[in-house]
């Protein structure tokens, strides 16, 4: 079965700095998808970025951006110029072409 | 822009009794989620559903729940005999699944079920 380990449970950031968020997955499939998601206190799921294993180059959104490793089975989420609403709980997750299967997540607190 | 939505936003109710928790999802998806989430833990996926059936579910899924698609637009889980231990966040999701959608599954805002 395909897991994803969020290894940091919290992480801090200052106001207009650059945090990276780490991600792991295992899996055996070459083809996939992988996501990472923002939950806000309000607990609704909301998409920040995607990435397809089968491109090379990392998706970007904006101020927030991936380091895709398929070798290494690593997915990390760089956000920067940090906002105080970046602050939320964040889910890596990965889609096995059915369902998604999410990491543990990470809480971001921004510090003003 | 086309969302999922959930009723309720919360429901309590007493363990053993009956729930059923209502979706609505985008218009034109095909495959339908639920996922569950424990305060403060990691969201789980239940049960899919596509093309009037249920295409996989999890171990937690077992014969209390159910899943149906009564209409065109409602997507509904049912809950027969609730415990303590269902006490959660239950997120519905929706997905076209077209050719170049990346598969991208689109949340509803959740209904926090609490169990008494």
């Known amino acids: 079965a395909q897991t994803v380990t969020q290894s940091q449970p919290e992480m801090s950031v200052q106001e207009a700095e650059t945090v990276t968020l780490s991600c792991t997955y295992d899996t055996s499939e070459s083809d996939y998808y992988l996501f990472w998601y923002k939950q806000p206190p309000s607990r609704q799921m909301i998409l920040v970025i995607r990435?397809?294993?089968?491109?090379?180059q990392n998706a970007t959104e904006n101020r927030f951006s991936v380091n895709f490793q398929k070798a290494a089975k690593s997915f990390s989420l760089k956000i920067s110029d940090s906002q105080l609403g970046d602050a939320a709980m964040y889910f890596c997750?990965?889609?096995?072409?059915?369902?998604?299967?999410f990491g543990a997540g990470t809480i971001l607190r921004v510090k003003s | 822009e086309p969302e999922v939505t959930q009723t309720p936003s919360h429901q309590v109710t007493q363990m053993g009794q009956e729930v059923i928790l209502r979706c609505v999802p985008i218009?034109?998806?095909?495959?339908f989620y639920w996922y569950r989430q424990i305060l403060g833990q990691k969201v789980e996926f239940l049960v899919s559903f596509y093309n009037n059936e249920i295409s996989e579910k999890s171990e937690i899924f077992d014969d209390q729940f159910s899943v149906e698609r009564p209409d065109g637009s409602n997507f509904t889980l049912k809950i027969r005999s609730t415990k303590l231990e269902d006490s959660a966040m239950y997120f519905c999701?929706?997905?076209?699944?077209?050719?170049?959608?990346?598969?991208?599954?689109?949340f509803g805002p959740g209904t926090r079920l609490t169990v008494t």
């Open positions: 990435q397809e294993a089968y491109k090379q």
């Open positions: 997750a990965y889609n096995d072409g059915n369902k998604l299967v």
């Open positions: 218009s034109n998806h095909l495959y």
């Open positions: 999701a929706s997905t076209s699944r077209r050719t170049g959608s990346s598969y991208e599954q689109y």
